[in-house]
């Protein structure tokens, strides 16, 4: 199989993986992955992602502060995460942003705080962000129209007109399992409304596996099935989904195919 999977958003330093890790990580390469973004939800999940892209040539990694970890930072949070992107295989602010689903995790305002510092972190360093939007669909757009960052909003959530705002600022949006999902409207409504060349592939892993995996651990190994969902909504082929979606991630994150 022809290495065409590029996951753009995955989570291997989960302790889901932490059984199997090697071994499964060892062997995507030989499954089809090429490249993996694995996007640091806290300090130490940035730490840990960018020791799997130390360890992994195909790996690479997003060093940030997720919204439900923004509640809890030392006093020198912002220059730690500095450091990590100092990492040359760090190619991304991430995961940041804003969920009001958990909101007893963190206050809005202080996720904001932490949302915006971190936006303003990767516009001095010239690097894209990986944007969490969970129930705050307002809010985070004001922040982007603010901020104007490159970047993806993963696991894209918001409504087709939203996502055309997201295009129009010069983003892409991150789409996964959740387009195979029975009860998924505004998912299919997106895939169909945003450009090929704006849409990236991922997982979330190890959330969010697509049907017929529903349920279980979810791996980059499984990108296939919502390709294929996706390239019948856009009437091409699941390799043409994967093709481009493998272009688009390249292009943003800087990497070399």
């Known amino acids: 199989m022809e290495a065409l999977i590029f ?35 806290s300090l130490k999940g940035s730490a840990a992602s960018i020791a ?20 809890n930072l030392p006093a020198d949070w912002i220059e730690q995460l500095g450091r990590f992107l100092d990492h040359p295989k760090v190619v991304a602010v991430g995961e940041i942003g804003l969920d009001y689903h958990y ?10 705080q932490v949302f915006e510092a971190q936006l303003r972190l990767a516009r001095e360093r010239d690097l894209p962000v990986i944007v969490h939007d969970r129930e705050a669909h307002g809010d985070t757009m004001a922040l982007l129209r603010k901020y104007r960052p490159r970047g993806v909003v993963h696991c894209f959530s918001g409504s087709a007109e939203m996502a055309r705002e997201v295009v129009a600022l010069g983003m892409y949006v991150g ?43 979810c791996d980059s190994t499984m990108i ?30 800087g990497i070399a195919l």
């Open 103 to 112: 909101e007893d995790a963190c206050p809005r305002e202080v996720q904001q």
């Open 7 to 41: 996951d753009s958003h995955a989570h291997y330093d989960d302790s889901a993986f932490d059984s199997d890790r090697e071994e499964l990580l060892t062997l995507l390469p030989q499954k089809g992955v090429c490249h993996v973004i694995n996007a640091g939800a």
């Open 175 to 217: 789409l996964g399992g959740v387009v195979t999902f029975k009860n998924a409207k505004h998912p299919l409504e997106v895939a169909a409304a945003v450009p090929l060349e704006r849409i990236l592939n991922e997982t979330d892993a190890p959330y969010m596996a697509p049907v017929p995996f529903r349920g279980k651990r």
């Open 52 to 71: 799997l892209a130390e360890k992994y040539p195909y790996f690479h990694a997003a060093a940030g502060v997720h919204p439900e970890d923004a509640g």
């Open 224 to 253: 296939p099935w919502s390709a294929a969902k996706i390239g019948e909504i856009k009437g091409v082929s699941a390799q043409e989904v994967l093709a481009q979606g493998c272009r688009n991630a390249a292009a943003l994150f």
